[in-house]
C-alpha cells in the first residue's frame, strides 16, 4: 500500500481557505471524505475553485483536514495546482473507483464512514460505487456538499472580484475596440467581430474568451444563440447583429452582449427600445434581498404588456463556469435571493425571423452599497 | 390536452434512416418511448446524430416509429431540425420532467411501458425520473440504447464519410499553410498559429475548430493539453512547439497534432524518432478485425524498452464527438475490435518537463481495403 509523503507547503492560501470552509462543512454534517472530479463530459469547476487545478482531476477531502489530488497531468499539476498531496492518475490505473477506494486508505478513513460524490454522477456510475465500494455509505444528492459550495461560489471573496473586476476592464477596452472598428467598416464580418476578441484578449491578459464566443449578423441573429456560432456572414450591415462575448481572466469569465442597429425599421426600433427598457427595469430592482425571481417576473411581466415574448432567462450568475448561481430567472423553483458578493448578468433580449434579434446584457457586481455595473456593453444604433 | 398535427414531410432522409434502425432495436428490445436530451452540461450528439438539431433539445422516439422535438430555440430548429413533431421548450415549462410526460401522452404510450433515459443522467435526477413519472418502467443503463447507438455511430455512414473526407482535406490544406508560415517566420506565437486556424478554416466552409485549438511552443510543450490552450508566447522557436487542432464539417471533426522541432538536441531528437516508429508501428497494424487493446498495447511495449512512457491513450474513433468509440487503449476494459467503417485516431506522444513533449497525430479511415490515413499531420523538423 501507498504511503503518504509529509505534506509540501501549499503555496496559494485562497484554495486553502475555501478547503477549511469545506472541511468545517464536513465536519458538521458527518461527511468523513469528499471527491471531487473534473473529466471530460462531466467538467466540475469546484475542482479549481478548491485547488487551482483548471481541469482533470479528482481531488479528495477528508474530514481530518487533509486534501490529496490525483491529476490526469503530473507536470500541469505541478505548476497550477494547490493541495497537500499529488498524485499522478496513473497510480490509480486511471479510474475514479480506484482512485476513491485507495484515497480512503492514504487517508485513513474507517470502514462505514459516509463519502460523498457529485451530484452529477450518472446513475450507472453511482451503482459502480455502491457495488464497489461496499464499506462506505456513498452519498450523491442535491442538497449536500455541492449545493453548499454553489452557495459559496455564489458570494464571491475579494480575489474572485479582484479577477472579475479586471475581466471586466479587459472586455470593455475590447467593446471600445470593436465598436470603433465597426463604425469605421474594418469589421465586415461575423468572423472579423470574433476574432478580432480571440486575438485581442489574449493581449489583454485574458486566459482566453470564457465561451465560443457568438456574432450573428442581421441574416442569423434571431436566434437566441446562432449556430455555428460565428461565420463569414455580413455582420454590422442593414438589420440587427448581436456579438455576445466574455473574457475569462484567471478562470473567472465576464459575459456581454452588444446589439448593432444600422438603419432600423420602426418596428426594430420597438424591440431595441423594449429591451432597453426591460433592462433599466432590471437593473433598478436589483438590491440586497431582492428576489431573483421577482426581477425576472417583472421584466417577463413587462414584455408581455407589449405582446412580446423572451424566451430564455433573464440573467445568471458568471465565474467559473460560464451560468452559475444565482439564476435571474421567472420558474417557481428559483428561490435565490440576491446578497452582497453576487456577481450575475441581465441580458433581455427579443428575437424575431423577420426583424432579427437584439440582446443587451452587462455584469452586474452586487456590492454593499447597491449595484454596480462593472460592463459597458449597449445598443449601438448606426 | 395539447393534440399532434399531421407530421411535416422530412427533409433530411439521413436522419431519418436513422432513426428507422433505432425503431427497430426499440422494438426488438420492447423500449416504448426513448428520450434524447441534449442541454448545457449534459451534452449528448446522439440528438444531432438523430435528428439534425445540433444542440440544446429533447427527442422523443416512440416504438410506433414517431418522433417528437422539443426546442430551446424554435427558430434554430425550424433550419436544422428533421423529426415529424417540433415542439418549443416551453411547451413543456422548460423541464425535461414535463417534457417526457407530455410526449408520453402524444405520443400515446401505454402505462406501464418501459422508457429509456441516457446513461448519463444524474442519479438524483434519475430519482426525479422515477418519482414523477410512476406509471412508467424508467431504464438508465450503460448497455442499453446508447450502447446500441455507439455501436452505430462508430460505424460511419457514407454521408459522414464524406463530411470527414471534407474536413480533413481542409485540414490538410491548413496544415499546409501553417507549415508555410512557420517556415517563413510569420507565425511567431501560440497565438499566430491558433488565430490563423480559427480564420482559415471559416473559408474553408467549416462550422469552426471541433475543439479548442492547443498551441504550445517549446516552454509549455510538455504538457499534454496545454494551459491555457493557446497563449502570446513563442511557437515554433528553438526545441518542441505542439499544435493540436480540429475542424468541423457538417458537425464531424478531424483531430490532427503536429510537431515543429527546431534546432533540436539528440535527447529531444531520439523522443520525436521514437514517436515516429510508434506511429508506424501502430498503423501497420491497423486491420479488420485487430483488437485496438492489441495495438495500444503494442505501442507502449515498445516505448517500455527504451525506457519511456507515454501517460495518455493511443488514439480514439472521431465524428460528432471529439473523443467517441472505438478507444484506442491499453485497458482491460476495453473490448473494442476494428471493423471497416471506423475512423480514429493515432497519436503517440512523449513529454518531459525539460525537453519538451512531441506528439504525432492523423485521422484513419479503415475501409474494406485496409486502412487510409485522411490527413497529412507529420513532426517538422527545422
Known amino acids: 500500500m501507498k504511503t503518504l509523503r509529509p505534506p509540501k507547503t501549499t503555496r496559494r492560501s485562497v484554495f486553502r481557505d475555501r478547503r477549511e470552509k469545506i472541511y468545517d462543512w464536513m465536519s458538521r454534517e458527518g461527511i468523513a471524505l469528499l471527491a471531487v472530479e473534473d473529466t471530460e463530459g462531466r467538467r466540475d469547476p469546484s475542482l479549481r475553485w478548491l485547488s487551482g487545478l483548471p481541469s482533470d482531476g479528482i481531488l479528495f477531502l477528508s474530514v481530518e483536514r487533509h486534501s490529496l489530488l490525483a491529476a490526469w497531468d503530473l507536470n500541469l499539476a505541478s505548476i497550477h495546482a494547490d ?4 498524485l499522478p492518475y496513473s497510480d490509480f490505473k486511471r479510474r475514479p473507483m480506484e482512485a476513491l477506494r485507495s484515497a480512503a486508505v492514504m487517508l485513513k478513513i474507517p470502514p462505514g464512514s459516509r463519502l460523498e460524490i457529485s451530484p452529477s454522477t450518472p446513475y450507472p456510475l453511482f451503482l459502480d460505487y455502491v457495488g464497489n465500494i461496499g464499506d462506505f455509505d456513498i452519498l450523491c444528492r442535491r442538497e449536500g456538499a455541492w ?3 454553489e452557495q459559496l461560489r455564489a458570494l464571491k471573496d475579494e480575489g474572485e472580484i479582484t479577477l472579475i473586476r479586471k475581466g471586466a476592464e ?4 475590447l467593446l471600445r475596440l470593436l465598436e470603433k472598428q465597426i463604425r469605421s467598416g ?3 464580418t461575423e468572423a472579423d467581430a470574433a476574432l478580432l476578441i480571440e486575438a485581442e484578449c489574449r493581449k489583454l491578459g485574458c486566459e482566453g474568451t470564457g465561451f465560443e464566443t457568438l ?3 442581421p441574416e442569423r441573429s434571431f436566434a437566441i444563440h446562432s449556430f455555428p456560432p ?8 442593414r438589420g440587427l447583429s448581436i456579438l455576445d462575448f466574455g473574457l475569462r481572466m484567471g478562470g473567472y469569465s465576464t459575459d456581454v452582449t452588444m446589439t448593432i442597429a444600422r438603419d432600423c425599421s420602426p ?3 420597438k424591440i431595441l427600445s423594449l429591451t432597453e427598457k426591460a433592462y433599466d427595469l432590471a437593473l433598478s430592482m436589483v438590491k440586497n434581498g431582492e428576489s431573483t425571481r421577482n426581477i425576472a417576473a417583472a421584466v417577463d411581466r413587462f414584455f408581455a404588456r407589449s405582446k412580446q415574448f423572451m424566451p430564455h432567462a433573464l440573467g445568471h450568475g458568471i465565474g467559473l463556469e460560464e451560468h452559475e448561481q444565482p439564476p435571474i430567472r421567472n420558474r417557481d423553483d428559483n428561490q435565490w435571493v440576491l446578497a452582497p458578493g453576487m456577481i450575475f448578468t441581465l441580458e433581455p433580449g427579443l428575437y424575431d425571423p423577420v426583424l432579427g434579434g437584439c440582446r443587451l446584457e452587462n455584469d452586474i457586481l452586487l456590492g454593499e452599497k447597491g449595484p454596480e455595473v462593472l460592463t459597458e456593453a449597449r ?3 448606426l
Request: net charge neutral.
Open 83 to 86: 493541495a497537500e498531496h499529488l
Open 147 to 149: 449545493q453548499e459550495m
Open 170 to 173: 479587459a472586455t470593455n477596452s
Open 186 to 188: 474594418k469589421i465586415k
Open 215 to 217: 456574432a450573428a449578423g
Open 230 to 237: 460565428y461565420t463569414a456572414s455580413p455582420f454590422g450591415s
Open 267 to 269: 418596428a426594430q426600433e
Open 379 to 381: 445598443i449601438l444604433r
